[in-house]
């Protein structure tokens, strides 16, 4: 059995309340099961949530065996770690893996600086869970028992991975937090910086950085990508923070062939009426002009990939 369920998908903040009930108000994180492997993606919020039903469901059968693969070090994708139960129930294994910006800090000082006593009363050194960092680059691992796990690098302010996890024939890939790659250099001939040949390079390199990105998550039977904000927003005042329209999502799904796209990483205010208005209005936008299944992500649901 290959499932993905949802504990969280909102972008950059919680954002509990009456606004958020239907589609959820914390911040991402991913539970994948694999036969009987379990993989974590990020650290957001929404991982209490999980730690807790982890340790009242997976505990009896034995010590808890898992890997948490962080897409990167921001707040909102790690903030939920120090209140993840099974790191403090003795026997717990877990591997971290994730990547590493410029900062000379290592992937384990970066997730341990939460745990200290000038933000948390418990310390790093004191969790009764065994854990391993390993730092990630563009990679493939074999987790063992059929289950491969493939990164690549993603467009965002700091170092970010996309996942691409195989197992039995089947493929689900994340790309968040994410936003297109675009021409950095002038492309008006009537700007004084303007150079033909360098507009050009830069076109083609954000060309072939794009098709990269939708070659990873090619022919995924689930691809959650980022769509934080509509073109209209992006355009007016968002290029540059990281984040994805969702015609951008959608228009990039549909070229590389993905079965089921889940919208993800929604903006913090962005309420349940505004993304149910929303995800019925892009897949009338689809409906009868392609095979790609969209759905605006929400908090509690399971995907089984069959």
């Not at 991402?28 to 039903?53: N, P, Q």
């Not at 869970?129 to 467009?155: F, R």
């Not at 980022?226 to 015609?247: L, V």
Request: hydrophobic share 35%.
């Amino acid at each position: 059995m290959f499932t993905v369920k949802i504990w969280g998908d909102r972008g950059s903040m919680p954002v509990p309340g009456p606004d958020t009930v239907i589609f959820g108000g914390n911040t991402s994180c991913l539970e994948i099961r694999c036969g009987k492997k379990l993989v974590i993606i990020d650290a957001g919020s929404g991982i209490r949530s999980l730690g807790d039903w982890i340790a009242k469901n997976d505990l009896k059968n034995g010590p808890i065996d898992a890997d948490i693969f962080l897409t990167h070090t921001h707040w909102d994708h790690i903030m939920g770690f120090p209140m993840f139960t099974p790191i403090y129930i003795p026997g717990t294994t877990l591997r971290i893996h994730g990547p590493v910006n410029f900062e000379d800090e290592t992937l384990e000082q970066i997730i341990g600086s939460q745990l200290s006593y000038r933000y948390w009363p418990v310390r790093q050194d004191e969790l009764a869970a065994k854990i391993k960092y390993q730092s990630l680059k563009e990679t493939q691992l074999d987790l063992g028992d059929g289950v491969i796990v493939k990164t690549k690098y993603l467009n965002h302010p700091v170092l970010c991975l996309g996942y691409r996890i195989e197992y039995e024939g089947k493929a689900m890939a994340t790309a968040y937090d994410h936003e297109p790659f675009i021409n950095l250099f002038p492309v008006d001939p009537k700007d004084p910086d303007y150079d033909p040949v360098i507009a050009e390079e830069g076109n083609k390199a954000a060309t072939e950085e794009n098709a990269r990105v939708e070659s990873f998550f090619h022919g995924a039977d689930l691809l959650i990508h980022d769509t934080q904000y509509s073109a209209k927003e992006y355009r007016a005042s968002k290029i540059g923070w990281g984040h994805s329209s969702f015609e951008h999502a959608i228009n990039a799904a549909n070229r590389a062939k993905v079965k089921h796209l889940l919208l993800f990483h929604h903006d913090p205010n962005r309420s349940d009426m505004e993304l149910q208005e929303l995800e019925l209005f892009y897949k009338e936008k689809v409906k009868n002009k392609s095979s790609l299944k969209i759905d605006a992500s929400r908090e509690g649901q399971t995907f089984t990939l069959a």
